[in-house]
């Protein structure tokens, strides 16, 4: 496991990506769109909260199915009850890990962070 870490100091955002061997398992964009699956029950919807074509989300849906030992998201289509996504418990699991993991990654990032800024010529931090 390769965990990446990026954070910008300005706006004290830190992305967390948990990254197995080559492929990306989960990172912060996955995640962003299980958990509006999860609170749309669409991926169209998923789509305009994000800023994210339909075919977009879809294929991240598709890799991080791939990527689990169980799929993170089922899909209906529609018909006369509609179509719609939904987060399988193994994607609901997922998605709490991976919040789990970016909430203690920030907990440690702002322990260190400020040490590691004041080693930082000044005129570099605000490029």
């Known amino acids: ?70 799929p993170l998201v089922i899909k209906q289509r529609g018909g006369v009850a509609g179509g719609g996504a939904k987060l399988t418990p193994t994607g609901e699991q997922v998605l709490a890990i991976y919040r789990a993991i970016e909430r203690d990654a920030q907990l440690a990032v702002a322990r260190r962070l400020p040490q590691l800024l004041r080693l930082i010529r000044p005129e570099r931090q605000s490029s």
């Open 1 to 70: 496991m390769k965990p990446t870490l990026s954070t910008s100091p300005l706006d004290e955002k830190t992305r967390f990506r948990v990254q197995i061997k080559h492929a990306v398992a989960i990172g912060p964009g996955k995640a962003d769109v299980l958990e509006a699956i999860g609170e749309t029950g669409s991926l169209a919807e998923t789509g305009r909260r994000l800023g994210m074509s339909y075919q977009r989300v879809w294929s991240l849906v598709a890799a991080m199915n791939g990527d689990f030992v169980e």
